[in-house]
């Protein structure tokens, strides 16, 4: 085997890589409190979907517990905090997104059992 082909990436690896790069973001995403309830917004079902293209520009597609809620720019802030710690992560975009609606079904077990939800 050329040395070359050693060094070549397979789609396997780059899978590999990503799912590890985005449980590093979410293991970020895990340190953003919302100060309301006192959860991170990973466990309390916050987070629809996380994109990160080559170029390290990651798209974070997020809901809030309620429309009207005033927070959105405080979590938006400590979301930019946490994901610089991801050396991959270069830029972020925080969408906020309404559908589906927020529920208590979305909170993982740990958040329903630490807010006293059933």
């Known amino acids: 085997m050329a040395e070359e082909d050693k ?3 397979t789609p396997e690896a ?11 973001i979410l293991s970020a995403l895990e340190t953003v409190i ?7 917004i990973v466990n309390l079902g916050l987070i629809y979907d996380i994109n990160l293209d080559k170029d390290g520009f990651c798209t974070i597609n997020m809901t809030l ?3 009207g809620c005033p927070l959105s720019d405080l979590l938006t802030e400590q979301i930019h905090q946490a994901l610089a710690a991801v050396p991959e992560v270069k830029d972020v975009k925080v969408e906020l997104v309404w559908y589906p609606q927020w529920t208590t079904e979305r909170m993982s077990r740990y958040a329903r059992i630490a807010l006293g939800i059933r």
Do not use: C, F, Q, Y
Not at 14 to 24: L, Q
Not at 34 to 40: A, I, Q
């Open 7 to 9: 060094n070549e990436v």
């Open 14 to 24: 780059e899978t590999t890589t990503s799912a590890d790069i985005k449980d590093r």
């Open 34 to 40: 919302d100060p309301e309830l006192g959860l991170d």
């Open 65 to 67: 517990t309620t429309m």
